[in-house]
């Protein structure tokens, strides 16, 4: 290749060379464009994402909010006021007062899908009111419907007898006579200054199918997955993934200012933390989903640079050739009136030169 290189004229390597360098000034100015499309455009996915988890996260508190105002509503309804603290045996329930009270909180089970399941536990008449039924036992109440692997002692301790200050309990199978669902329970004493012994307790239970929709903006754009953990490091609720595979996950970020995204293998791992529950939404995106806007620019780049590079190439050759042409015509002359092989080591440009000068 050397050789060949050598044995082409002198005159046309110069002229192809100056062309191929003056080709080379915008093939470098749009490398450096393209690096800087790159970066540009994997930051701008990264924050997109992180804007994806934030929305997800400010609907998701929303709707909590909404279920934490029921509960405080409840708190200063009158009717049930009386019903807590009205002390009721089987043969003097006050049958009037229950069944209006069904019929008010009923209205707030058909307006709003994250309150249509829930239920009111009388602490001093031992009833559970539901929008639908009155059970006189919590016994009854628990038989048909009941968490999957939790007794009854431990349901009763829990959930009615302490004075829970809206807590949430994080996703649990629950059973009914009719089907099984993964639920998201808060629960909420009442009063609500009631430090002690409550007088009656409020249980919501949230369907993860519809909390889920909140985190599915996610999953359906990037193709990744995403899960809420509480202060306590307890999944409250995932969607796209098994709590035994989260459990695998490292170097999850805190969620904290400059702590919100990592990357791990494959994944780009995002979170961020609720400051006033301390909950912590974590999503993880593919870097090939981040990368689609990246790469799209990377192949068109690809292609126009190849396209370039031919065609300035094809360009320098024609314009080198152009040029070159008579001035190795001249040359050639020179050398045969001077009586000189043509293939002489003398160098055109000095043989021009000398032969002017004299």
Same mark, same amino acid.
């Given at each position: 290749?050397?050789?060949?290189?050598?044995?082409?004229?002198?005159?046309?390597? @110069?002229?192809?060379? /100056?062309?191929?360098? *003056?080709?080379?000034i915008?093939? &470098?100015?749009?490398?450096v464009?393209?690096r800087?499309?790159? =970066?540009?455009?994997?930051?701008?996915?990264?924050?997109?994402?992180i804007m994806?988890?934030?929305?997800?996260?400010?609907?998701?508190?929303?709707?909590?909010?909404e279920?934490?105002?029921?509960?405080?509503q +409840?708190?200063? #309804?009158? %009717?049930?006021?009386?019903?807590?603290t009205? @002390?009721? %045996?089987?043969?003097?329930? =006050? *049958?009037?007062?229950?069944?209006k $009270? $069904?019929r008010d909180?009923?209205?707030y089970?058909?307006? #709003? =899908?994250? +309150?249509? #399941?829930?239920?009111?536990?009388?602490?001093?008449?031992?009833l *559970?009111?539901?929008? /639908?039924?009155?059970?006189?036992?919590?016994?009854?109440?628990?038989?048909?419907n009941?968490?999957?692997?939790m007794?009854?002692?431990?349901w009763?301790?829990?959930?009615?007898?302490?004075?829970n200050?809206s807590?949430?309990v994080?996703?649990? %199978?629950?059973?009914t006579?009719?089907?099984q669902?993964?639920?998201?329970?808060?629960?909420?004493?009442?009063?609500?200054n009631?430090?002690?012994t409550?007088?009656a307790?409020?249980v919501?239970l949230?369907?993860?199918?519809?909390?889920?929709?909140?985190?599915?903006?996610?999953? =359906?754009?990037?193709g990744g997955?995403a899960?809420?953990?509480?202060h306590d490091?307890?999944?409250?609720?995932?969607?796209?993934?098994?709590?035994?595979?989260?459990?695998?996950?490292?170097?999850?970020?805190s969620?904290?200012?400059?702590d919100i995204?990592r990357?791990?293998d494959d994944m780009?791992?995002?979170?961020?933390?609720d400051?006033?529950?301390?909950? *912590?939404?974590?999503?993880?995106?593919?870097?090939?989903?981040?990368m689609?806007?990246?790469?799209?620019?990377?192949?068109?780049?690809?292609?126009?640079?190849?396209?370039?590079? &031919? /065609?300035g190439?094809?360009?320098?050759?024609?314009?080198?050739?152009?040029?070159?042409?008579?001035? !190795? !015509?001249l040359i !050639? /002359?020179?050398?045969?009136?001077l009586?000189l092989?043509?293939?002489?080591? &003398?160098q055109?440009?000095?043989?021009?030169?000398?032969?002017?000068?004299?």
């Amino acid at each position: 290749m050397k050789q060949v290189w050598l044995n082409i004229s002198p005159v046309f390597r @110069r002229f192809l060379m /100056s062309y191929l360098i *003056v080709l080379m000034i915008p093939l &470098i100015a749009g490398y450096v464009s393209y690096r800087t499309s790159i =970066d540009v455009a994997e930051q701008s996915s990264l924050k997109t994402s992180i804007m994806t988890l934030q929305q997800s996260k400010d609907l998701m508190e929303r709707r909590l909010a909404e279920v934490q105002g029921f509960t405080k509503q +409840l708190a200063i #309804n009158q %009717d049930l006021a009386r019903l807590m603290t009205a @002390r009721s %045996d089987e043969q003097n329930y =006050d *049958v009037y007062g229950l069944w209006k $009270m $069904m019929r008010d909180i009923a209205s707030y089970s058909q307006t #709003n =899908d994250f +309150l249509s #399941n829930f239920y009111i536990y009388l602490r001093n008449s031992h009833l *559970v009111l539901t929008p /639908s039924t009155v059970y006189y036992r919590p016994e009854l109440f628990y038989e048909s419907n009941h968490y999957e692997g939790m007794t009854f002692e431990t349901w009763k301790k829990n959930f009615l007898e302490k004075s829970n200050l809206s807590m949430v309990v994080p996703q649990h %199978d629950y059973v009914t006579k009719t089907h099984q669902q993964t639920v998201v329970t808060f629960v909420q004493a009442l009063p609500l200054n009631s430090f002690d012994t409550p007088l009656a307790s409020v249980v919501v239970l949230i369907d993860t199918k519809k909390m889920s929709t909140y985190l599915s903006g996610i999953t =359906d754009q990037y193709g990744g997955w995403a899960f809420v953990r509480n202060h306590d490091g307890e999944t409250v609720l995932s969607e796209g993934i098994t709590g035994s595979d989260i459990a695998k996950i490292r170097n999850i970020p805190s969620g904290k200012p400059g702590d919100i995204s990592r990357a791990a293998d494959d994944m780009l791992l995002i979170s961020i933390r609720d400051e006033l529950s301390g909950w *912590v939404y974590t999503a993880g995106v593919p870097k090939s989903a981040l990368m689609i806007n990246a790469n799209r620019i990377k192949n068109i780049t690809g292609i126009l640079t190849a396209i370039s590079l &031919i /065609s300035g190439l094809v360009i320098g050759l024609v314009l080198a050739y152009r040029s070159s042409a008579p001035i !190795n !015509n001249l040359i !050639n /002359s020179l050398k045969k009136q001077l009586g000189l092989e043509l293939s002489t080591g &003398i160098q055109d440009y000095d043989l021009l030169r000398e032969t002017f000068q004299a």
